[in-house]
């Protein structure tokens, strides 16, 4: 292919070099942004990566440690309670700590560079997510130290995990501490989503999309369907904990199965959650190493749909012994095996890019690792296929047979394809590339080490040895295979340590290293030295960087899309979500201390909830939400006209309505808030199916009359027209609106009121939310509603606030856009609650 001439690009050259060294003072790189204040994806990336690698050192050592207890029959090393800490720990640090942070910290790194961009669309966002993760995790952590940590296994199971029988603050540090890392990582999730599908490059359609891109998207997706059900799982055992509203005691109409329910609701698509992104990070590793494009990318991409859609129909898969009926354990088990089939698709995507590549292919490091990762993971679903059957779980569950088959995957299908990542994207932030023979050393300890630690489980569990123990007889005659076992994690964690002296020997973050020395063929490994005199550039194919000769220079030199900065400040490119068609110029914020005590303030309301010093609790909460105040009032920045991206194109610098980048994350917002919704109406269905004798019928004085019911609604519908009405009369630019503040004041104010109305109706019947699971129900709809309705509250008085200051009119109205979408939801949930409660019972009576 012949060279691109300068009249076939966007731009006709380089800038004046005395412009450029302005921008370059104006850009700092990374380094020079101050730590805690930096909201630029190299540094908050790389800080996240870290902070999750810390997590994983962290519960690996708390693996050897039950490793060394289980190394022999009886042994005393450690006891009981503290056997149940370490475990719970491990189990959570590893799947809430470590595994789901990793991979969005890589997409919060990987992504602006693959697509482009100059980074995601919400800088903030990202950095508040990071550092809320950072404290409340380490805080989590710290509470093994205190003899405070929890006993209730990563799952925490209800009965075990109710305060008759788990007195004292250590289930409450996870319910709190877990549920807000979950918030955190929806907070990502929305940053992601957002950002695949409106800041790629011109030209990138969504069937030019790296495979990571599309991993990252699904992961995103998964997230915002799945992680409510565990909040809301969380919420209601924590006020069964604190107030005992009984959603799991069965005296009172609750069933400890509900949990499981939700949990795993959860707990299944997060093992897809995990794996997906992993498997991105595959397909974008082996066609570089092949120097071959990837064979099937159109199956792959479909494959990781179905995956992404089949996962959440598998939660029943952990619960084949719980009592369900046998044809919900057919259904389920057909599922858990249809789901080996994309899984399939990739792995043999990947032996056929491999094999058309075979001349090429070089054994590095990351290529080990993929190898290694290859044979594990294939282990793994091999086993997971036995699981499904469900004869054989009969006979499997809760012994180390289980222990060993969900490690394959999971560490195999995660673990050693992060590790891949580390060597092979290393040189993109950092000075100096990893070092080759430390890190084939790391890989043989690793691989050999976990084959013999966890290959021996299969057996040992086939022989009758179950999970979750703290010690077992040793005339059971499992003291050699768990000493093997014993022996393998730590000739595993001796390959760990060999990384961790690489990394500290050649690890340098900043510029100076080589440019693509893999000789990728996607964007990643462009140059992005000085932050916004690098263009943006137009993409013709999957593989640019090959199929595009001279495109590093050229987007160095400024050649295509957004070369500098014409808005002055931090920006990048927005485009449609299908065909990434230029939109707009989003100008975005620069560092700021905001988002960290932001982060501090709502990190500090949760835990000490969990100590009970709600005074002070309220206080950080109070002060996490002025940090966000202030955070927010600082983007809605005025429009600055229309600039200069390319030759013959000028787009505009402010966008509202749905080709707004903040519409659509407002739209993801909505569909988490539904999918929590969602979670709890199965819950109240539930619940009535279980225990009917304890659910209102038509005409029981646990229903207020209907006065109540349709007061409530009456507000709500009156709210929804005020805000219509504060929507068609905003000001022109530059007036105040003191009526527009007033009717936004009024639309919240009768939110606010339907609840206090229906709160009182149920006062009036006497209804006592601890006295059965349907009270406890009825009254969790008003939470939830109560919970939504504050944020709309706030929301609104904030857009009030910016109206009497003349920053909000109706060209400038973005702010008051997402109020209005969040508000119409709201009303549109407290209705359809209403119906449930008031309605359903009445109906089946």
């Given at each position: 292919?012949?060279?691109?001439?300068?009249?076939?690009?966007?731009?006709?050259?380089?800038?004046?070099?005395?412009?450029?060294?302005?921008?370059?003072?104006?850009?700092?790189?990374p380094r020079g942004f101050r730590l805690f204040t930096a909201v630029n994806n190299t540094v908050v990336g790389t800080l996240y990566i870290g902070a999750a690698f810390l997590f994983f050192i962290l519960a690996g050592i708390l693996a050897l440690l039950m490793r060394t207890q289980l190394a022999v029959g009886d042994n005393q090393f450690l006891s009981q309670d503290l056997y149940n800490q370490i475990f719970t720990t491990h189990g959570t640090t590893m799947m809430f700590l470590f595994a789901v942070p990793a991979v969005e910290a890589l997409g919060v790194l990987l992504l602006p560079q693959m697509l482009a961009a100059r980074d995601l669309p919400f800088p903030r966002l990202s950095a508040f997510a990071i550092w809320a993760y950072i404290i409340g995790g380490l805080v989590f952590f710290s509470t093994i130290f205190f003899d405070m940590a929890p006993k209730g296994g990563w799952f925490m199971y209800p009965p075990l995990t109710l305060k008759e029988y788990s007195p004292g603050d250590n289930a409450?540090?996870?319910?709190?501490?877990?549920?807000?890392?979950?918030?955190?990582?929806?907070?990502?999730?929305?940053?992601?989503?957002?950002?695949?599908?409106?800041?790629?490059?011109?030209?990138?359609?969504?069937?030019?999309?790296?495979?990571?891109?599309?991993?990252?998207?699904?992961?995103?997706?998964?997230?915002?369907?799945?992680?409510?059900?565990?909040?809301?799982?969380?919420?209601?055992?924590?006020?069964?904990?604190?107030?005992?509203?009984?959603?799991?005691?069965?005296?009172?109409?609750?069933?400890?199965?509900?949990?499981?329910?939700?949990?795993?609701?959860?707990?299944?698509?997060?093992?897809?959650?995990?794996?997906?992104?992993?498997?991105?990070?595959?397909?974008?590793?082996?066609?570089?190493?092949?120097?071959?494009?990837?064979?099937?990318?159109?199956?792959?991409?479909?494959?990781?749909?179905?995956?992404?859609?089949?996962?959440?129909?598998?939660?029943?898969?952990?619960?084949?012994?719980?009592?369900?009926?046998?044809?919900?354990?057919?259904?389920?088990?057909?599922?858990?095996?249809?789901?080996?089939?994309?899984?399939?698709?990739?792995?043999?995507?990947?032996?056929?890019?491999?094999?058309?590549?075979?001349?090429?292919?070089?054994?590095?490091?990351?290529?080990?690792?993929?190898?290694?990762?290859?044979?594990?993971?294939?282990?793994?679903?091999?086993?997971?296929?036995?699981?499904?059957?469900?004869?054989?779980?009969?006979?499997?569950?809760?012994?180390?047979?289980?222990?060993?088959?969900?490690?394959?995957?999971?560490?195999?299908?995660?673990?050693?394809?992060?590790?891949?990542?580390?060597?092979?994207?290393?040189?993109?932030?950092?000075?100096?590339?990893?070092?080759?023979?430390?890190?084939?050393?790391?890989?043989?300890?690793?691989?050999?080490?976990?084959?013999?630690?966890?290959?021996?489980?299969?057996?040992?569990?086939?022989?009758?040895?179950?999970?979750?123990?703290?010690?077992?007889?040793?005339?059971?005659?499992?003291?050699?295979?768990?000493?093997?076992?014993?022996?393998?994690?730590?000739?595993?964690?001796?390959?760990?340590?060999?990384?961790?002296?690489?990394?500290?020997?050649?690890?340098?973050?900043?510029?100076?290293?080589?440019?693509?020395?893999?000789?990728?063929?996607?964007?990643?490994?462009?140059?992005?030295?000085?932050?916004?005199?690098?263009?943006?550039?137009?993409?013709?194919?999957?593989?640019?960087?090959?199929?595009?000769?001279?495109?590093?220079?050229?987007?160095?030199?400024?050649?295509?899309?957004?070369?500098?900065?014409?808005?002055?400040?931090?920006?990048?490119?927005?485009?449609?979500?299908?065909?990434?068609?230029?939109?707009?110029?989003?100008?975005?914020?620069?560092?700021?201390?905001?988002?960290?005590?932001?982060?501090?303030?709502?990190?500090?309301?949760?835990?000490?909830?969990?100590?009970?010093?709600?005074?002070?609790?309220?206080?950080?909460?109070?002060?996490?939400?002025?940090?966000?105040?202030?955070?927010?009032?600082?983007?809605?920045?005025?429009?600055?006209?229309?600039?200069?991206?390319?030759?013959?194109?000028?787009?505009?610098?402010?966008?509202?309505?749905?080709?707004?980048?903040?519409?659509?994350?407002?739209?993801?917002?909505?569909?988490?808030?539904?999918?929590?919704?969602?979670?709890?109406?199965?819950?109240?269905?539930?619940?009535?199916?279980?225990?009917?004798?304890?659910?209102?019928?038509?005409?029981?004085?646990?229903?207020?009359?209907?006065?109540?019911?349709?007061?409530?609604?009456?507000?709500?519908?009156?709210?929804?027209?005020?805000?219509?009405?504060?929507?068609?009369?905003?000001?022109?630019?530059?007036?105040?609106?003191?009526?527009?503040?007033?009717?936004?004041?009024?639309?919240?104010?009768?939110?606010?009121?339907?609840?206090?109305?229906?709160?009182?109706?149920?006062?009036?019947?006497?209804?006592?939310?601890?006295?059965?699971?349907?009270?406890?129900?009825?009254?969790?709809?008003?939470?939830?509603?109560?919970?939504?309705?504050?944020?709309?509250?706030?929301?609104?008085?904030?857009?009030?606030?910016?109206?009497?200051?003349?920053?909000?009119?109706?060209?400038?109205?973005?702010?008051?856009?997402?109020?209005?979408?969040?508000?119409?939801?709201?009303?549109?949930?407290?209705?359809?609650?209403?119906?449930?409660?008031?309605?359903?019972?009445?109906?089946?009576?």
């Amino acid at each position: 292919m012949s060279e691109t001439t300068n009249t076939d690009l966007p731009n006709d050259g380089p800038r004046p070099e005395a412009e450029l060294e302005e921008l370059k003072r104006i850009w700092a790189t990374p380094r020079g942004f101050r730590l805690f204040t930096a909201v630029n994806n190299t540094v908050v990336g790389t800080l996240y990566i870290g902070a999750a690698f810390l997590f994983f050192i962290l519960a690996g050592i708390l693996a050897l440690l039950m490793r060394t207890q289980l190394a022999v029959g009886d042994n005393q090393f450690l006891s009981q309670d503290l056997y149940n800490q370490i475990f719970t720990t491990h189990g959570t640090t590893m799947m809430f700590l470590f595994a789901v942070p990793a991979v969005e910290a890589l997409g919060v790194l990987l992504l602006p560079q693959m697509l482009a961009a100059r980074d995601l669309p919400f800088p903030r966002l990202s950095a508040f997510a990071i550092w809320a993760y950072i404290i409340g995790g380490l805080v989590f952590f710290s509470t093994i130290f205190f003899d405070m940590a929890p006993k209730g296994g990563w799952f925490m199971y209800p009965p075990l995990t109710l305060k008759e029988y788990s007195p004292g603050d250590n289930a409450d540090f996870w319910l709190l501490g877990i549920g807000f890392i979950e918030i955190s990582a929806i907070a990502g999730a929305i940053e992601i989503i957002v950002g695949v599908l409106r800041t790629r490059p011109p030209g990138m359609t969504l069937a030019k999309m790296p495979i990571f891109a599309w991993t990252m998207l699904i992961f995103a997706a998964m997230i915002v369907f799945a992680f409510p059900a565990v909040i809301l799982a969380t919420m209601l055992l924590e006020i069964e904990r604190t107030f005992g509203w009984p959603f799991f005691t069965a005296a009172r109409g609750g069933d400890a199965l509900l949990w499981q329910h939700l949990f795993w609701f959860f707990g299944h698509p997060e093992v897809y959650i995990i794996f997906l992104p992993a498997a991105g990070l595959v397909s974008m590793m082996i066609p570089t190493m092949a120097q071959t494009p990837l064979v099937g990318y159109r199956l792959i991409v479909i494959a990781l749909i179905a995956t992404g859609f089949f996962s959440f129909g598998l939660w029943v898969h952990h619960m084949f012994t719980t009592g369900i009926p046998g044809l919900s354990l057919a259904f389920f088990s057909a599922a858990s095996m249809a789901v080996s089939i994309p899984s399939g698709i990739q792995v043999f995507s990947w032996i056929a890019t491999m094999a058309a590549g075979r001349q090429k292919f070089r054994i590095t490091v990351p290529s080990l690792f993929i190898l290694g990762f290859l044979f594990i993971f294939v282990l793994g679903g091999l086993t997971g296929v036995m699981v499904a059957v469900v004869p054989f779980d009969f006979q499997a569950h809760d012994s180390y047979f289980i222990v060993a088959h969900f490690h394959y995957v999971l560490v195999g299908g995660m673990v050693f394809p992060l590790f891949a990542t580390f060597y092979y994207w290393a040189p993109m932030v950092s000075s100096r590339m990893l070092s080759e023979r430390l890190g084939k050393w790391a890989f043989w300890l690793m691989f050999i080490g976990f084959n013999t630690a966890f290959f021996p489980m299969h057996i040992t569990g086939l022989s009758g040895m179950p999970r979750r123990i703290w010690t077992y007889p040793s005339n059971m005659g499992w003291d050699i295979l768990n000493s093997i076992s014993t022996a393998g994690a730590f000739i595993m964690a001796t390959g760990v340590l060999v990384f961790i002296i690489d990394l500290i020997r050649n690890f340098r973050l900043g510029e100076g290293g080589p440019q693509n020395p893999w000789n990728a063929g996607t964007l990643e490994f462009l140059p992005n030295g000085v932050y916004s005199t690098r263009s943006i550039p137009h993409v013709t194919s999957r593989e640019p960087v090959w199929d595009q000769p001279g495109l590093a220079e050229q987007v160095e030199q400024g050649l295509h899309y957004l070369p500098n900065a014409p808005t002055g400040g931090r920006e990048t490119l927005i485009t449609s979500a299908i065909e990434a068609k230029p939109q707009y110029v989003l100008q975005m914020p620069g560092p700021s201390w905001t988002h960290v005590i932001a982060a501090a303030g709502t990190a500090a309301f949760f835990l000490l909830l969990t100590i009970k010093q709600v005074n002070i609790a309220v206080a950080c909460g109070v002060l996490a939400i002025v940090a966000c105040l202030v955070w927010t009032w600082q983007l809605d920045r005025p429009d600055q006209g229309e600039v200069e991206v390319a030759r013959n194109l000028r787009l505009p610098t402010y966008m509202t309505g749905p080709l707004s980048h903040s519409w659509w994350a407002m739209i993801v917002l909505m569909l988490v808030a539904g999918s929590l919704y969602l979670s709890f109406i199965f819950s109240y269905l539930y619940l009535w199916t279980v225990s009917p004798d304890v659910w209102a019928p038509a005409g029981s004085p646990a229903l207020p009359i209907l006065a109540y019911p349709m007061a409530s609604a009456a507000l709500l519908i009156v709210g929804t027209v005020l805000m219509v009405v504060a929507g068609k009369r905003l000001p022109r630019p530059g007036h105040r609106s003191f009526a527009g503040t007033a009717l936004l004041t009024l639309a919240a104010l009768a939110m606010v009121a339907s609840i206090v109305i229906e709160l009182w109706g149920l006062q009036e019947t006497g209804l006592n939310p601890g006295s059965s699971s349907y009270a406890a129900m009825v009254y969790m709809a008003s939470v939830l509603q109560g919970q939504i309705a504050f944020v709309v509250l706030i929301m609104c008085l904030f857009a009030g606030a910016r109206l009497v200051t003349a920053q909000l009119d109706n060209r400038r109205r973005v702010t008051f856009d997402n109020a209005a979408l969040l508000y119409y939801y709201a009303a549109a949930q407290g209705l359809f609650g209403l119906l449930l409660v008031h309605g359903f019972p009445r109906l089946l009576g």
